[in-house]
């Protein structure tokens, strides 16, 4: 990863753009859109991904109903143009954390993989309460 001038591919990028713009908006309701019908998420807290563009946009658009005082601070780009890494902090509950969201995208722009990574441990610990009382029994 780079955080030097290294551009995205004008797909991903679009894509990103429409990411971003639901983050600020606290509307995910397009994200099925931006997903490859065979998109990737991996949690932080579950031992296997979870795949299938249906369960990646129930995680995010959950996750998006879980985090409060969300924002994103920094973004490295890989090399190739097709990944981000997409740094930001959040609290759950009365609990703060910091992670990254990694995101590699697809020749057509498409998400292919979402992996979350977040610290400190009481904060994955709110998190996952948080997601798994949401969650339980959908994916």
Do not use: C
Request: glycine content about 8%; overall charge negative.
């Amino acid at each position: 990863m780079s955080t030097a001038a290294t551009p995205l591919s004008p797909a991903a990028e679009a894509t990103l753009a429409a990411w971003h713009a639901m983050i600020r908006s606290r509307d995910t309701s397009g994200l099925p859109a931006l997903l490859a019908p065979d998109a990737v998420f991996r949690s932080p807290v579950a031992h296997k991904p979870y795949a299938g563009a249906p369960a990646v946009a129930l995680i995010l658009q959950t996750a998006e109903q879980v985090f409060s005082n969300f924002a994103y601070h920094r973004t490295l780009v890989s090399e190739d143009g097709h990944s981000v890494v997409l740094e930001f902090s959040a609290d759950v509950g009365d609990k703060s954390l910091k992670g990254i969201d990694m995101i590699r995208f697809g020749a057509d722009g498409k998400i292919v993989e979402f992996e979350v990574m977040v610290r400190p441990a009481s904060g994955v610990q709110a998190l996952g309460e948080a997601m798994g009382a949401r969650l339980t029994g959908r994916v």
